[in-house]
């Protein structure tokens, strides 16, 4: 998936629905790969030539090439239009760098993501969506203890390499056709707001 304001609340579903999930949430890529053992990758982002072990549903934000797949699996994504992305995108920056969500914070995990993220803050909205905007700029912007992270490219710039795109524009028959084809009840978000 692509970040989005009800990211949490679909993974929730998946746990309760699929026990035997994966959930992959590599919102940053390493800047080095060699980083990946050290003890402060505390986001335990994986190198770029890692692969996560099969299991029967993997849900997530993830490079889609670090999954082994097989014939016949089913590969599917939910999606906002470029310009609501940005915005989504803006929306979870800000949050999860927040002094709200890191009063909430309750493991290393979530306050290096805190840490990460707060640094971005500094910036107006209008330089950091030109930052995130532009892959040479987001390029070893985010550090935390030695550790450089960069949000993925393929964040950004969505591919239709998919069996199915689900649409946050067309939320309610998205919970539907997803529901036919995978299983996944998101039924109970049918009116949650998606988006800005």
Do not use: H
Request: hydrophobic residues 35%; neutral net charge.
């Amino acid at each position: 998936m692509a970040p989005c304001r009800l990211y949490l609340k679909i993974i929730e579903l998946v746990n309760k629905q699929f026990p035997e999930n994966l959930c992959i949430n590599e919102f940053f890529e390493l800047s080095r790969d060699s980083d990946e053992k050290r003890a402060n990758n505390l986001l335990e982002i994986t190198s770029k030539n890692f692969k996560f072990p099969r299991k029967p549903f993997i849900a997530g934000i993830f490079d889609r090439d670090k999954i082994i797949t097989e014939p016949g699996d089913f590969l599917f994504t939910i999606r906002n239009k470029q310009d609501d992305l940005m915005k989504e995108l803006l929306f979870v920056i800000r949050y999860y760098g927040s002094y709200e969500y890191y009063k909430k914070a309750s493991n290393n995990y979530q306050r290096c993501l805190f840490d990460v993220l707060n640094n971005l803050n500094s910036f107006d909205d209008k330089d950091l969506m030109s930052i995130l905007e532009n892959p040479k700029k987001r390029k070893n912007l985010l550090t935390y203890k030695n550790v450089s992270y960069k949000l993925r490219d393929n964040l950004i710039v969505q591919d239709n390499n998919f069996d199915y795109i689900g649409d946050f524009d067309d939320w309610e028959n998205t919970i539907k056709e997803i529901k036919e084809k995978t299983g996944l009840d998101l039924t109970s978000l049918k009116n949650e707001k998606t988006k800005f």
